[in-house]
């Protein structure tokens, strides 16, 4: 049960807001504002996702740049309400086709209107944009993604200068196309972020992926899907399902440690031949969730180098390499490390001839930021810094530094090995051709590097 939910801009702009119970004082979105702006609490840069100030517990998404929050008086469980955020701003996405400020503020009538039939009187009622589709009869007002900055998942599907095809996934489900013009088009998108803690050494300490087969479609009169997995994909470390509704055994190169799939996907024959069969429901949603512990080729590796220059200068050297294949590049790489508590000034120097670069030394937290616009496979780059303190240091500095941590997107690459072998449509006719696309993703949940 919830008392409010509200939306602000990146400025604090209060865009949406619904008091559902009037339990919460007034002003508290600015409240709200306030204390995730300037947060300095338990030596935190970023406000948790929930957290509680004068008795109202806050609960907060950030989504392409807008703050979805919820608030509470009462004891709830925190992450049904980050999941109800979540899927929101997935129905309203559904609903715009682009979720951003600019469609917000042209859409509000239709999003209070969603938003009273997902929630009432605090009680969450549906979050499913097919039932939705019955109760909500405002026609969105359709912003033209061509003159916007990529915000989207389409954003994270960019090769050099080439764009895949991904602008469909901007359509909104229930607005009809200019003209009365439909194309014919399913997304089938496989995101995983992997989680990966190297020893000084460089060895792999632990490793997991967290992955999403996740589904858009577009396709009229909701036609049966197959989606056909690995043939040698077997889940359970031992490669047998951890399931109940299945018996049957087989390893596999490709073992997952669990999964879990959408209510409307049958699993006659996955145990048989790793095909799952479905009728999508409107709107986007996730197919199935895996997570994997099986050992994988990391796509970086990090090795770091400090050397002592004096009783107060200090040299860091860091080498990031790129273990993919050179087809593949990897974009909005960022490399942070902690530096010790007495550091007052970092100079950097790059390799020749290094474009799309940048280095940092953030004096407040003590930590060096050194960003890479993109990175093709096969490459390394090196980041040489040099330290210098206010004390000697009394201590061994590789110790009061690190770890190193990095984060990055990789489109069209997936860590691991799962494969989308072939998207089967139900035909309505001889000529019925829709159009198919299966991208993939990897992303850092967790990737660091011990000194």
């Not at 619904?18 to 702006?37: C, L, M, N, P, T």
């Not at 039932?131 to 009869?137: A, N, P, T």
């Not at 389409?154 to 901007?170: C, D, E, L, N, Y």
């Not at 992926?209 to 197959?226: A, C, F, H, V, W």
Request: aromatic share 10%; charged share 25%.
């Amino acid at each position: 049960m919830i008392s409010q939910f509200f939306v602000l801009s990146q400025r604090g702009d209060n865009i949406v807001f619904r008091d559902y119970r009037g339990e919460v004082q007034k002003g508290s979105a600015e409240i709200f504002f306030r204390k995730v702006k300037f947060w300095k609490e338990d030596g935190q840069e970023e406000a948790p996702p929930v957290f509680n100030l004068d008795g109202v517990n806050y609960f907060h998404v950030k989504v392409v740049g807008l703050f979805f929050v919820a608030t509470t008086r009462v004891n709830v469980s925190p992450s049904l309400v980050l999941e109800l955020l979540q899927r929101i701003a997935r129905v309203i996405k559904d609903y715009l086709g682009i979720l951003n400020e600019d469609s917000l503020r042209k859409n509000f009538v239709l999003v209070y209107e969603l938003l009273d039939e997902v929630i009432d009187f605090g009680y969450v009622q549906t979050t499913s944009t097919e039932m939705l589709k019955s109760y909500v009869f405002n026609e969105p007002i359709v912003i033209d993604a061509a003159r916007l900055q990529s915000l989207g998942p389409a954003s994270i599907f960019m090769q050099g200068g080439k764009r895949m095809p991904g602008t469909a996934v901007t359509k909104s489900v229930v607005a009809t196309e200019p003209g009365g013009r439909t194309r014919e088009e399913i997304f089938v998108d496989i995101i995983e972020k992997i989680s990966i803690t190297f020893s000084s050494s460089g060895y792999i300490l632990t490793s997991e992926i967290d992955g999403t087969i996740q589904m858009k479609s577009y396709l009229t009169g909701n036609p049966e899907i197959r989606v056909a997995l690995n043939d040698d994909l077997g889940i359970g470390k031992d490669g047998r399902p951890t399931y109940d509704y299945r018996s049957s055994s087989g390893s596999g190169a490709v073992i997952l440690d669990d999964c879990n799939f959408h209510e409307s996907v049958h699993l006659d024959s996955f145990d048989t031949d790793k095909t799952l069969s479905l009728v999508p429901p409107d709107g986007e949603f996730t197919v199935m969730n895996y997570r994997m512990t099986q050992e994988f080729t990391p796509p970086f590796r990090i090795n770091t180098l400090i050397e002592e220059a004096g009783a107060l200068k200090a040299e860091v050297i860091i080498k990031v390499r790129a273990e993919f294949s050179s087809s593949i590049t990897a974009n909005t790489i960022m490399v942070l490390m902690p530096l010790p508590k007495y550091t007052s000034r970092a100079s950097f120097e790059l390799e020749p001839g290094a474009v799309g670069q940048t280095m940092d030394f953030k004096e407040a937290n003590k930590r060096l930021e050194w960003g890479l616009k993109k990175i093709v496979g096969g490459s390394e780059h090196t980041l040489r810094a040099k330290l210098t303190f206010s004390q000697e240091s009394h201590g061994n500095i590789t110790k009061e530094s690190g770890p190193v941590s990095m984060t990055f997107t990789i489109p069209m690459y997936n860590a691991s090995r799962l494969q989308v072998k072939y998207l089967q449509i139900a035909k309505k006719s001889g000529t019925y051709n829709p159009y198919r696309w299966v991208r993939y993703v990897t992303q850092a949940n967790s990737y660091v590097a011990r000194i």
